[in-house]
């Protein structure tokens, strides 16, 4: 971004940030909260497209459609066994927090017997959604082998597209 100013610059004035919005009454919180889920919500969901488009049709100037052969190519899905992914669990478990949330909503709600039920339903879907398609996606552009050589898997399927402005917004 700007590299003459220093990191602990920004690492600081996101800090003040943070300490602000958590300074704010409940309703600005809310909002915020909201906007910037949104953000980050259109963000995956406009990289699962982008993401079609680049295995299925080559999509950018640096993305040959790679169909989904990177799935099964370079030793196959648990290459070197599955200890990785078991370990990985503990991450995976974390990521997915919050959820004991919806026994805090519930006493908040205007219909707890109507939306409780819906919000639960609804999290099988979102798991699919928001983590399998999207390691599914990035999977099937990037083998597994490169991951993390080149930075963020988010951010360059937005820069091969040609658009460098998704990667300021995500990073």
Known sequence: W???VPRWIWILSIIFFIG???LCNVRVF???EFWLSLIKVVAIIAMMAAGAGIIFFGFGHSFPATGLENLWSHGGFAPHGW???IASLG???FAFGGVEIIGVTAAEAQNPKKVIPQA???IPL???LFYVCTLAVLMAIFPWNSFGEQGSPFVLIFDGLGIPAAATVLN
């Open 2 to 4: 700007y590299p003459d």
């Open 20 to 22: 602000a919005m958590n």
């Open 30 to 32: 809310g909002e915020m």
């Open 83 to 85: 200890q990785g992914i």
């Open 91 to 93: 991450i995976v478990m």
């Open 120 to 122: 639960i339903n609804t």
């Open 126 to 128: 979102r798991i699919i």
